[in-house]
């Protein structure tokens, strides 16, 4: 964004979601954010009319196969890929399921697959689960305990000839650390595995280029950033063309629709690209294609949450009582701390005493937080930021944290 560009008004996107109207700060972001009233508009017209399912010579079929071209090409944008390689499913998990299962069909004894301790477990367990039914050997990516970074240098050693599959998060949905993607991805490569990437707490802070990240396959949820329950797994069509899902025999053998099990929610689909619409016109000098107003708008949104976050980060950092997890370079709007002699529950309570949202536990990065040692004590308590938040909220935050000294 140029110098004189027009900024984010916090003010204006705020009057956007009828969730905002309940008072309390939601700093729960990177669970799951708001939905804006274009969303809920979008869905709701959409269940206003008849939708049957795809296929049909009819109207209501025509309406089903609409909203299905609608997400797959508003995702393709959001994320730099080709609506053809936009998978959609019910949420992330279940599509790492079924790319895992689908992977593991080529899987031998003796292969290797690399996970990160860094990652959800949603990108962990699919894959591990498999590897082991299928005999092979799972390695591991570890995370610098102090930094809660996750060294790229370390797949130099973990790939070998043997390694089939790399998966590994763009960013930390529980300490913000946006890991090079692009630098493993090239690793990996260069020894013929493919890479699975999970894309679900970095699609919301920034624009994401599938092609540039370096990832074979990008997972996401679109109630990440503003849409309904709905996942998509993105990837090159022609790597999906390769690949053999268990399939029902009427299902299509077309690509994407192989991977794609049962009847979809076309209503939520609406959504999805109600949303994407939504991030597009963030900022509102945003011009051009959908993907160059993402380019624009997603631009504005890292500079605004980035303000927020600094003065969120910096104050917790400099409480006596807080310690703050990792301190990641490159990261994400998100962060863990905890509080001395107080559990993160209590802690939590006490911030939802005080209208606050905010996740206490592990958040399903169990394997960080194992890592980090602080499990035993019930995990973290974490804050995130997102563009409908606001710097009044920040301090709303630091003084309800700094009240617990
Ligand atoms: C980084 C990350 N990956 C994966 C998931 C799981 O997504 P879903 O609930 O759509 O399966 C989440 C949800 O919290 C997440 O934050």
């Not at 962990?124 to 390695?139: D, H, M």
Request: glycine share 8%; with cysteine.
């Amino acid at each position: 964004m140029g110098p004189g560009a027009a900024r984010l008004d916090v003010a204006r996107v705020r009057g956007l979601f009828p969730g905002l109207s309940d008072g309390l700060v939601h700093a729960d972001g990177p669970a799951g954010s708001l939905v804006p009233e274009s969303v809920l508009r979008a869905v709701s017209q959409a269940m206003r009319v008849p939708i049957a399912n795809r296929g049909g010579v009819f109207p209501s079929s025509a309406r089903a196969e609409q909203l299905v071209a609608g997400a797959r090409s508003a995702i393709a944008d959001l994320v730099g890929g080709q609506p053809r390689g936009v998978v959609l499913g019910p949420n992330l998990t279940s599509l790492t399921y079924t790319f895992a299962r689908t992977l593991a069909k080529a899987w031998r004894p003796g292969d290797e697959i690399v996970v990160s301790r860094l990652d959800h477990d949603a990108n962990i367990r699919p894959w591990v689960q498999l590897a082991e039914e299928a005999g092979l050997l799972v390695k591991w990516a570890e995370v610098d305990i102090e930094s809660g970074e996750l060294p790229e240098w370390q797949y130099d050693e973990l790939l070998t000839d043997r390694t089939r599959l790399v998966a590994v998060t763009m960013a930390s949905n529980a300490i913000g650390t946006r890991p090079d993607v692009r630098a493993i991805a090239d690793r990996a490569h260069a020894v013929g595995a493919l890479v699975f990437v999970d894309g679900a707490h970095a699609v919301p802070h920034g624009l994401v280029d599938l092609t540039a990240s370096g990832a074979d396959f990008l997972s996401m949820a679109a109630y990440k950033w503003c849409g309904p329950h709905v996942g998509a797994v993105v990837a090159d069509p022609d790597l999906l063309e390769s690949l053999d899902p268990d399939r029902r025999v009427p299902t299509s053998d077309r690509v994407p629709e192989r991977f794609e099990t049962g009847t979809a929610a076309f209503e939520l689909f609406a959504g999805v690209s109600a949303a994407v619409e939504h991030l597009a016109a963030l900022a509102p000098d945003a011009t051009g294609t959908r993907r160059e107003r993402l380019a624009t708008s997603m631009a504005e949104v890292v500079r605004y949450e980035g303000t927020l976050f600094d003065r969120l980060d910096r104050e917790l950092r400099g409480m006596r009582h807080v310690q703050v997890l990792g301190s990641p370079l490159y990261r994400t709007p998100t962060l863990s701390f905890t509080v001395s002699r107080m559990t993160p529950r209590a802690v939590a309570r006490e911030l939802a005493r005080r209208s606050i949202c905010a996740w206490d536990g592990d958040y399903q990065s169990g394997e960080l937080f194992d890592a980090l040692g602080v499990n035993e004590q019930g995990g973290a308590v974490r804050l995130g930021v997102l563009h409908y938040n606001t710097m009044e909220e920040v301090d709303r935050v630091v003084d309800a944290v700094a009240a617990l000294a």
